[in-house]
């Protein structure tokens, strides 16, 4: 029974620890890819702002809509890519 429980807890340690790294590796997704939309006028400041600001000022149709969404960060900026040149042209 000690062997499975310390089994069981060596387990329970790397999943921590993937879950900490799976953490990180969105928290630089999400930084790279506001980077990409605020473009030269990036800060973590600005983009926080400007995510406080949408979510406040969005209807309750729209929050539903975002937090429904099930896009990757991949899909959202190429289909922001298509409606903004300005982006497409500074990512080349």
Same mark, same amino acid.
């Given at each position: 029974?000690?062997?499975s429980l310390s089994q069981f807890e060596q387990k329970i340690e790397q &999943?921590?620890?993937k879950k900490e790294a799976? =953490?990180?590796? =969105?928290? &630089? =997704? &999400? &930084?790279?890819?506001? =980077?990409?939309i605020l473009g030269e006028e990036?800060?973590?400041e600005l983009a926080l702002v400007v995510l406080a600001d949408s979510w406040k000022s969005a209807n309750d149709s729209k929050r539903k809509e975002w937090t429904s969404s099930t896009y990757s960060?991949?899909?959202v900026t190429s289909t922001y890519n298509k409606t903004n040149p300005k982006s497409v042209a500074a990512n080349s």
């Open positions: 029974m000690t062997k &999943l921590k620890k799976l =953490q990180s590796k =969105q928290a &630089l =997704q &999400l &930084l790279k890819e506001a =980077q990409k990036f800060t973590p960060f991949r899909k």
